[in-house]
Structures are given as C-alpha cells and as structure tokens.
Antibody, heavy 121, light 107 residues
Framework: QLQLHLAGPGLVKPSETLSLTCAVSGVSIAGGTYYWAWIRQPPGQGLQWLGCIYDNETTYYNPSLESRLTMSVDTSKDQFSLRLSSATAADTAVYYC?????????????WGQGSLVTVSS | EILMTQSPATLSVSPGERVTLSCRASQSVSSNLAWYQQKPGQAPRLLIFGASTRATGIPARFSGSGSGTEFTLTINSLQSEDFSLYYCQHYHGWPRTFGQGTKVEIK
C-alpha cells in the first residue's frame, strides 16, 4: 500500500533553506493519481497547510509562505521535495508529507510519519 | 482565508458515552470538509471527508454532518482508542485551513 517516508535535517540555521524530501512507495508518482502535499505543525499547535504539487507545472502554495516556498517532484526517484528559504524560528515544526487523491476535492488520505525540524543557531 | 473554529477546546467524557465536536467556518465551505484524528506523536488520520463520508476502515461509530458553515463530528459509544485530538479542515478554495483542534480526554 502507499507509504510516505520523510527525510531531512532535524536542525536548520536561521536564514538558511529548510529542505525536506518525501519518498513514495506503493504507488508511482508518475501514475498521476495523487497530488503531493506538505503540512506542518509547530510544537503544541495546530496544523498548517503549506501547499501541494501535482507535477512540476502544477503547484498550489499557501499565500503566507509562497515567496519562500518551492515544491518539486522527481518521478525517476518517486519522491517529492519542499524547500523553504530564509528560515526563522517560526518555521520550527513537525513537517508532514501527505497525499491528496486526484479524484478528491482536497482531503489528505495518506500521511508520512512527520519530521521535526528545528530552526536554531 | 477561511477561518475554521473548533469547539470546545477540550471535552472530558467517560468511555461508552457519545460525544459531539463542532467546527465552524468563517464562510460557507459547502460540504468540502474533512475530519482527522491525531494521537500523540503520530500523524493525523483521515476520518471523514465530504462532511459525512467515512474514510476507508473508519468504524461506524464515527459520523459527520453539516454543510455551509456548521459541522459536527459525533462519536458514539466512545472507545479507549478514541481519546485523542480531532481536527477539521476545509478544502473549499485556497489556502486549505485547519481548525485548532478539540481534545477528547477521559473524564
């Protein structure tokens, strides 16, 4: 079945770029049956949708972060990535990758395990 | 941006009871609403989409209702594994937003 495995550094310095990659297994990204999403959760807080990507031509970003966000997919490796530039302490959060079925209007049915990223010097 | 407001923040209930969680949208989201359950240290799990359709594998004791701006998640005969945090999320326009969550705790 579809599984998502998130990898990335646990610690990022302020002003640097936060980069995360989500590896997909159980389905091919090239199959085109999902949107690939990023969601984060600051410690002790609620969930924030960051954006999603269908292919490298179709992306939707949260307007509050759009100027710093870049999402991409690598179909050859069955993985998708997030880059968040100019990181600050406010970007400290557990980051999740998730899937939105193509047929759906926008719910997230599979989630990765989450990865805590701390922005600190 | 559509603001999602959940109430109450915390519900204290006994096992076997029925519980109703509320979610209100700052403007109509039609039936474009999902509910998730999140346990400590885990990723959220999809419970309900389309305001009232249970996701695959979700027990029948979970039910959702509502449309427009008012939604409820009802859990009948609360089981020990149901004590958890619950979030609503709209998908009516961009950006998608989540409520702040309701914690269901043991009384």
């Amino acid at each position: 079945q579809l599984q998502l495995h998130l990898a990335g550094p646990g610690l990022v310095k302020p002003s640097e770029t936060l980069s995360l990659t989500c590896a997909v297994s159980g389905v091919s990204i090239a199959g085109g049956t999902y949107y690939w999403a990023w969601i984060r959760q600051p410690p002790g807080q609620g969930l924030q949708w960051l954006g999603c990507i269908y292919d490298n031509e179709t992306t939707y970003y949260n307007p509050s972060l759009e100027s710093r966000l870049t999402m991409s997919v690598d179909t050859s490796k069955d993985q998708f990535s997030l880059r968040l530039s100019s990181a600050t302490a406010a970007d400290t959060a557990v980051y999740y990758c998730a899937t939105r079925p193509l047929y759906s209007s926008g719910w997230f049915d599979h989630w990765g395990q989450g990865s805590l990223v701390t922005v600190s010097s | 941006e559509i603001l999602m407001t959940q109430s109450p923040a915390t519900l204290s209930v006994s096992p076997g009871e029925r519980v109703t969680l509320s979610c209100r949208a700052s403007q109509s989201v039609s039936s474009n609403l999902a509910w998730y359950q999140q346990k400590p240290g885990q990723a959220p799990r999809l419970l309900i989409f389309g305001a009232s359709t249970r996701a695959t594998g979700i027990p029948a004791r979970f039910s959702g209702s509502g449309s427009g701006t008012e939604f409820t998640l009802t859990i009948n005969s609360l089981q020990s594994e149901d004590f958890s945090l619950y979030y609503c999320q709209h998908y009516h326009g961009w950006p998608r937003t989540f409520g702040q969550g309701t914690k269901v705790e043991i009384k």
